[in-house]
């Protein structure tokens, strides 16, 4: 998956305790059948039989390395811990990422699934990878999770303090195919500048484009931002670099054209490039359902997270920089779950 699929299998496997803890996973029925010819008919459940039934909310979530399968092992364990109450049970299973997960959700082979903002959109509309598959208008919005806002870096003696600095300048944005090169171009777009509005684009490798920064053979670069303590953490001392804000009308723009868009905050710590918050945009994480998934167990879900959200910001780095008025709106370019909405209405946090 794209979004932070750098995170070592380290940082990923100490979730899993928590995973396995919290979660159910799902059982294989195993009871031995072999006498149940003679056996008299079921009655029906009474009604106590039938409000005490636990229902199941199966997640899918990305690689076992990556980001998404903690998180969906926080949310699970969240939605767990009160089962007996709402009677739902959560358990969660690993998978190929955004794409695949997309077109699980429309087989129904989950409830409840994670992408990337981007996929969410064209799978709903039937565009990029999606265009065999057709429109899915069936998905719904569940919650908007971290950002993977665009990292504008410049060494720190540079006289470049916003974007616009950078024209007739000599820049790198990645390959030309890359993740972040495809969102600035998207950025571009929107302001009216082409290539032509710089010295030089070098498309090269993120590896290159560090080396080539602290080699001052560049005057800037583009990661994204989970990629920075992958990228930076072994600058030499006499590179120092910090982070220059993308913000402002022209990112107003790209988001009103192209919703699965949303701003984000990159924040001090996650690299020695970032000493104080910087604004910039990019892609983002969504909870996709289908329409038909229980509104019961949506409500639950989104329930969970938002009451109890600095300790769900606090469970993984990602979520951070994560607010909870964005939860029903940062890169959510398709119809909320009415078990979402009605939610979100109870806590107004819907402006609408």
């Known amino acids: 998956m794209t979004l932070h699929r750098r995170l070592t299998t380290c940082f990923a496997l100490s979730f899993l305790l928590a995973v396995v803890s919290g979660c159910d996973r799902p059982q294989q029925n195993n009871a031995d059948t072999s006498d149940t010819v003679d056996a008299p008919p079921q009655e029906a459940p009474t009604a106590l039989e039938a ?24 949310i699970c364990r969240l939605l767990n811990r009160n089962k007996h109450l709402h009677r739902i049970r959560c358990s969660l299973e690993s998978t190929g990422g955004s794409i695949a997960n997309l077109r699980d959700l429309r087989e129904q082979k989950f409830d409840l699934v994670f992408a990337q903002s981007d996929w969410q959109h064209h799978a709903y509309n039937g565009s990029s990878a999606f265009t065999k598959d057709g429109a899915n208008d069936d998905l719904r919005a569940v919650f908007a999770l ?3 806002p665009l990292a504008l870096l410049v060494k720190e003696q540079s006289e470049v303090k916003n974007f616009d600095d950078l024209a007739d300048r000599r820049v790198s944005f990645g390959y030309t195919r890359s993740l972040q090169h495809r969102i600035i171009d998207d950025y571009l777009a929107a302001k009216g500048w082409s290539q032509k509005n710089f010295k030089e684009v070098r498309p090269m490798s993120d590896t290159r ?76 994480a969504v909870a996709v359902a ?15 997270v938002a009451e ?3 300790d769900f910001k606090s469970l993984h780095p990602s979520l951070a920089a994560l607010d909870k008025r964005e939860l029903p709106y940062a890169g959510v370019s398709i119809p909320l779950h009415p078990g979402a909405v009605r939610y979100y209405r109870e806590a107004r946090l819907l402006k609408r």
């Not at 409000?51 to 092992?73: A, C, D, E, R, W």
């Not at 931002?225 to 120092?240: F, G, H, T």
């Not at 993308?246 to 001090?268: A, C, F, M, S």
């Not at 289908?290 to 167990?297: Q, R, W």
């Open 308 to 310: 109890n959200f600095n």
């Open 290 to 304: 289908s329409k038909d998934t229980s509104p019961k167990a949506i409500y639950h879900i989104v329930k969970e």
């Open 51 to 74: 409000n005490t039934k636990i229902s199941h909310l199966l997640m899918g979530t990305g690689s076992v390395q990556g980001v998404y399968f903690p998180i969906g092992g926080v």
């Open 146 to 148: 971290e950002a993977d």
């Open 209 to 284: 484009q560090v080396r080539q920064l602290c080699e001052d053979k560049l005057e800037a670069i583009l990661l994204l931002s989970s990629s920075l303590n992958d990228y930076l953490k072994d600058l030499e001392p006499e590179c120092s670099v910090r982070m220059v804000a993308i913000d402002g009308e022209q990112v107003n723009k790209v988001i009103e054209l192209k919703p699965y868009y949303r701003k984000g905050r990159v924040k001090p710590g996650m690299s020695t490039a970032v000493d104080k918050e910087v604004m910039s945009f990019g892609l983002g």
